[in-house]
């Protein structure tokens, strides 16, 4: 086209980035590559090859290998050799070698850029001015963590062999966000990136081992989800880390329990992207654009449910409309493009099939009338209007360009509608008052809130999911903790894996009511004066209550005797407590919701009534374990001191004020994870209730309490301890019985939000196994025990750190 | 956009409307942040893209040594603003090419006038009480006249800032009304807001609305002689304005950033703005000017860039 022409019509015209030095390094390669083990390339023999495409012209790239079990093997041993090493290297040299890691992507900065846009698809703006510096911030922010680890988190340990799993969509920031944290505080990396974007995870292996880090600190096995499986199912490996679809997710957190691994996942959403009548609705409409065509929609926490006030939904639409037919897609490499090509074709078909079940659905289907590149995988900008709740492309993630819309009348009903989903990654909303935008801010359930801006990331600042979209934060402090281990525990080695798996999962929490037994030898005689009955009960909702069943447990001291009868409790009484703890939430106030001054008050009144009747627990103690007189005193006197611990803790540990890029304040706020069933050991029956209580409700949640099978007596006996310390209804709830058979119940609960299992092995595997029905977060002693009265294993951080989900708010500032 | 060809006529103010603005500063800085990174003008794209920013060049001299010589020196450039040898590498040697306008201090449209006798390059310039607007209302207006009964057809007129900080809308309205009724038919009005000089952004867009709606022909962002002269967000913030005024009255109001604008990539960024937030027609030099004494400088020499390959020396352009 001639100047004089272009000078009449304004077009824009191809503005493409030089592939010249990609393309290079890919020759220099002979477009074949083996694995990153040891600082070296392993060429396996006889394995097999993948492609990788360009989505944008389905030109071939490159090979990649296809590892297998010798491979993934050969990773493991050079990761473990190198983590003896590594996890010795004092902090401050760690940091050195983190810092010159930062520096050498700064050095190849464009070469990275252009070859993520090329395995990707992604627009080179992106890769250039966020991908890539978001991943050079990483491990500058994580050197910091390095230099900081002995003196900040002294109390813990690295967990050792990490094994991460990344998805397709942020080839390199999820890669930074993996092996930042894992390597700066001491552990060693098995990447397995994802199948259609390989390439550059390779070249960033070879930059790190250009920087000067040891061999086997972090090792790059590309291969299918068979190579998948075989990381997360080697015994040598202490720790998995995925970021990628829910139902993957689910199969990982099936596939790992019961085994003592530690496991993050980052999941899917269905982000609601919320605009109030008094936002800058021009502002909102970028806020949109930069919410769910941002590299092509294909973003986890993408703000793909759009929520707009009736009373200006018309106006903002149509602003959303023409701001559409401005978007322009084509080449990733062309530096004047807003979206590029979707990754894959079986990709570009799903969303394709979203769209025409929208349509389906009674949506109005808005595509603009804008050119797309004759051939690859592009896809416009589509928005799907008139779309109701119940719509299934409302609740379901699409991972594409496609928004949908709904109105909503109220504040209220946009936050109800926001929180109207599994996921819970992550919420935009858009309002000029500060008092509406905080409260709905901090009302939806979600882990990143950004206010007046969406899709912002930074090291400092923790992401991560509630419900369905996962658990474990990556950035910020909150994120090391996923790398983390206290510096006593060793790891847990339960290797617990049953024989027949569904004869097991069926025998496991079965259970048949207690039948009435005998009294022993020594009966009343008659003459003397028996004592009243006494019939502990359930206490749900700050009630006393019968089981469900009225079946009776019988209790025996250790020396045989019958002491008691509690309820044997059964599946109702776990609904009913349950709906109950639910109760204390939407109670007004509701128990998060009260201010952690009260929470403490009510701590420290317990903790005043419990010493009050401290000499008939201490004697209840005795009688049922059987330990000293002293040491069931000093179980008392420890349980009262842990209540002053958790009331200490009540109203300082609501988060921080995060120290991220952004021009006004990020807000870390340690939010309560809701509802936690909590099963208890059967050493130290008060001690251990109470440590595992009191730090829940400290934190804001509400829980159900099943006490020691063994000993419950206590614990039916702290009930009045409860009642008259002004500890709202449905705030604690205790269900006694056979503990896997009620734990199971929670479990399988899909109300519950978080379940805590201190048991055998066994119940440990199928805790974790059944919570990949809802993703709930667990906990679970994998049958080894503590020590309840070591300040170190029966109390702090760890106990806050599981009582808590952080939610992270972004408020940007300026007039 | 549905637009109307016609002349701004302005509306009754509406306070409501005025009242109703929302500008989040935040989302404008990452608009802005990234806008020009969306839209690379590379190559003869970039090279159109420079020939028609010179066009819509309003060639400024606003100084206290102007002089004749100095104005004529200034007319000569604006008449041939590229080197002929360049315009025929480019083959837009029948184009025509000049700038948008020379705008100079009222006691110099005389000299402008006749230095540009027999080209339709129209003289601008500003008035009342320019850059402050601190003079008596009589003043100002009489400005505005002498300026056109010595041949200016563009009068480039000041607010009164105060009007804007104390939130007196109405007298804002009313100012900017008179001065529209005086240019009359004579001479079109671009109407400054000194957005240097307003307190928020929101400001910036109520005083938009406003002059807008007292029948502005364009809105420009600045004297040149504040701190903070045109920025993109001020930008962004009065082109949304001036494309929410065409959504309800149906009249297309042009858009002029003044003052700091004097590179080649700066102009390829606020074309970029045009064209995102208004659209092409708001590119052409009926709807958009770029106040700029030495911008024009950068432009040729990039130009010679494409053309040649090398890159330019600043002595080998000749002066304005």
Redesign the interface.
């Known amino acids: 086209?001639?100047?004089?022409?272009?000078?009449k019509?304004?077009?824009?015209?191809?503005?493409p980035e030089s592939s010249l030095a990609a393309n290079a390094w890919l020759d220099d390669h002979e477009r074949k590559f083996g694995l990153f083990i040891n600082n070296e390339w392993v060429r396996p023999k006889g394995v097999e090859y993948y492609p990788s495409f360009n989505p944008a012209n389905g030109e071939l790239l490159a090979e990649t290998t296809q590892a297998g079990q010798p491979e993934v093997d050969l990773a493991v041993t050079a990761a473990r050799r190198a983590f003896e090493i590594w996890s010795k290297t004092p902090g401050s040299v760690r940091a050195r070698y983190l810092y010159a890691i930062a520096r050498n992507i700064q050095k190849h900065h464009r070469l990275l850029a252009v070859l993520e846009s090329m395995d990707n698809g992604k627009p080179i703006?992106e890769s250039r001015?966020i991908d890539v510096p978001l991943l050079a911030r990483h491990f500058y922010y994580h050197a910091g963590w390095s230099q900081l680890m002995e003196t900040e988190l002294h109390d813990y340990q690295p967990v050792g062999v990490v094994g991460q799993i990344i998805p397709w969509n942020f080839p390199l920031l999820m890669l930074a966000w993996k092996i930042a944290p894992a390597i700066a505080i001491g552990n060693t990396v098995l990447l397995k990136p994802a199948s259609y974007t390989r390439l550059t995870a390779l070249l960033f292996a070879e930059i790190i081992a250009e920087a000067g880090l040891p061999p086997g600190v972090i090792n790059v096995i590309t291969g299918s989800s068979k190579a998948g499986t075989m990381i997360v199912t080697h015994p040598d490996v202490d720790k998995i880390a995925f970021t990628g679809s829910t139902d993957v997710g689910r199969t990982l957190r099936r596939q790992t329990a019961g085994s003592g691994k530690k496991l993050s996942l980052e999941l899917g959403g269905k982000s609601p992207f919320i605009v109030f009548d008094?936002?800058?609705?021009?502002?909102?409409v970028?806020?949109v654009v930069?919410a769910i065509w941002f590299n092509q929609g294909q973003v986890c926490c993408a703000g793909s449910r759009l929520l707009v006030q009736e009373n200006i939904a018309g106006r903002f639409l149509q602003k959303l409309e023409?701001r559409m037919e401005?978007m322009?897609v084509g080449d990733p490499l062309d530096?004047?493009?807003?979206m590029g090509a979707i990754v894959d074709r079986t990709q570009w078909e799903t969303v394709d099939m979203w769209v025409k079940r929208g349509a389906e659905e009674g949506g109005e289907v808005f595509q603009p009338s804008i050119d797309l590149p004759d051939k690859g995988l592009f896809y416009p900008p589509t928005l799907i209007k008139n779309l109701d709740p119940a719509a299934e492309t409302v609740q379901e993630e699409i991972f594409g360009p496609v928004l949908v819309s709904l109105n909503f009348r109220t504040p209220a009903e946009a936050i109800a509608l926001a929180n109207n989903t599994r996921y819970g990654l992550a919420a935009s909303l858009?309002s000029?008052n500060i008092n509406l935008a905080l409260d709905v801010a901090s009302k939806l359930k979600a882990g990143s809130v950004w206010v007046?801006?969406t899709n912002l990331f930074d090291a400092a600042s923790g992401f991560g999911g509630y419900r369905e979209s996962g658990f474990g934060r990556e950035g910020g402090r909150e994120g090391l903790f996923e790398y983390l281990r206290p510096a006593w525990q060793p790891r847990p080695r339960p290797d617990y894996a049953p024989a027949d798996a569904k004869a097991d999962k069926d025998s496991w929490g079965a259970h048949i009511p207690a039948r009435p037994t005998l009294p022993d030898a020594n009966k009343a005689n008659g003459r003397e004066l028996p004592r009243v009955d006494r019939t502990p009960k359930m206490y749900i909702g700050g009630k006393q209550v019968r089981p469900d069943e009225q079946y009776t447990r019988p209790i025996f001291s250790v020396k045989g005797k019958l002491i008691g009868q509690v309820g044997d409790g059964n599946r109702k009484d776990i609904r009913n407590a349950v709906e109950a703890a639910h109760a204390a939430h939407t109670a007004k106030p509701g128990w998060a919701m009260r201010h952690g001054y009260n929470r403490s008050q009510i701590l420290f009144f317990i903790a005043e009534n419990l010493q009050a009747r401290s000499d008939e627990f201490a004697e209840r103690i005795r009688i049922s374990t059987g330990c000293s007189a002293a040491l069931a005193r000093s179980e008392v006197e420890l349980a009262i001191e842990r209540l002053f611990l958790y009331a200490a803790w009540a109203d300082k540990y609501g988060g921080s004020v995060q120290e991220t890029t952004l021009?006004?304040v990020t807000v870390g706020v340690n939010e309560p994870l809701g509802v936690v069933g909590i099963a208890c050991p059967d050493e130290f029956p008060l001690l251990a209730f109470v440590s595992l209580m009191a730090p829940a409700i400290a934190r804001g949640n509400t829980v159900v309490m099943i006490p020691s099978e063994k000993h419950p007596l206590s614990a039916t006996d702290f009930y009045q301890v409860l009642d008259t310390s002004d500890v709202p209804p449905g705030v604690v709830n205790i269900v006694t019985g056979d503990r896997d058979y009620l734990t199971k119940t929670l479990i399988q609960h899909e109300d519950v939000d978080a379940v805590w299992y201190f048991g055998s092995a066994r119940g440990s595997y199928y805790v974790e196994h059944e919570s990949a029905a809802n993703m709930k977060r667990t906990w679970v002693s994998y049958g080894i025990r503590r020590d309840w009265t070591s300040a170190e294993q029966g109390a702090g951080h760890e106990f806050l750190h599981e009582a808590t989900q952080v939610k992270n708010i972004w408020v940007?500032?300026?007039? | 956009?549905t637009a109307n060809q016609y002349r701004n006529p302005g509306m009754p103010l509406d306070l409501a409307w005025v009242m109703r603005a929302?500008?989040?500063?935040?989302?404008?800085?990452?608009?802005t942040a990234?806008l020009p990174?969306?839209?690379?003008?590379?190559?003869?794209?970039q090279?159109?893209?420079l020939?028609?920013a010179i066009t819509c060049i309003d060639l400024t001299t606003l100084a206290g040594d102007d002089t004749p010589g100095r104005v004529r020196r200034l007319c000569a450039k604006a008449k041939q603003p590229v080197r002929p040898d360049m315009l025929a590498a480019?083959?837009?040697a029948e184009?025509d090419i000049t700038v948008g306008a020379v705008c100079v201090y009222p006691n110099r449209v005389r000299e402008a006038v006749e230095a540009l006798k027999g080209t339709h390059i129209p003289v601008a310039s500003v008035a009342t009480g320019f850059p402050d607007g601190q003079t008596p209302l009589a003043q100002r207006i009489a400005e505005i006249e002498q300026a056109i009964e010595s041949g200016a057809t563009e009068i480039d007129v000041v607010i009164a800032r105060t009007y804007v900080l104390t939130g007196d809308w109405k007298a804002l309205y009313d100012e900017i009304r008179l001065f529209r009724d005086v240019c009359g038919g004579s001479a079109h009005m671009k109407t400054i807001l000194a957005t240097g000089d307003l307190g928020?952004?929101?400001q910036v867009y109520q005083a938009s609305l406003v002059a807008m709606m007292a029948g502005s022909d364009f809105i420009k962002t600045s004297t040149g002689k504040e701190k903070v002269n045109a920025t993109l967000e001020f930008g962004l913030v009065m082109t949304?304005a001036i494309r929410e005024y065409a959504d309800q009255t149906g009249y297309q109001v042009g858009f002029k950033p003044a003052g700091g604008i004097n590179s080649a990539k700066q102009a390829l960024a606020w074309?970029a703005l045009m064209?995102?937030e208004l659209g092409?027609e708001w590119?052409m030099p009926d709807l958009f000017r770029i106040g700029a004494s030495s911008l024009l400088t950068d432009l040729e020499r990039q130009l010679y860039h494409y053309i040649t390959g090398h890159y330019a020396a600043r002595h080998h352009m000749p002066m304005g």
């Not at chain 2, 990174?37 to 794209?45: H, N, T």
């Open positions: 086209m001639g100047v004089l022409e272009i000078f019509s304004l077009d824009y015209g191809p503005a703006r001015d008094d936002a800058d609705l021009d502002g909102a970028e806020g930069d023409r401005t322009r530096k004047c493009i807003d858009w000029e007046n801006c021009h006004g940007p500032t300026g007039e | 956009m929302r500008v989040n500063r935040s989302a404008l800085e990452r608009r990234t990174a969306r839209r690379a003008i590379k190559k003869e794209w090279a159109a893209w020939l028609r480019l083959g837009a184009a928020t952004h929101k949304r074309q064209r995102e092409v590119l």
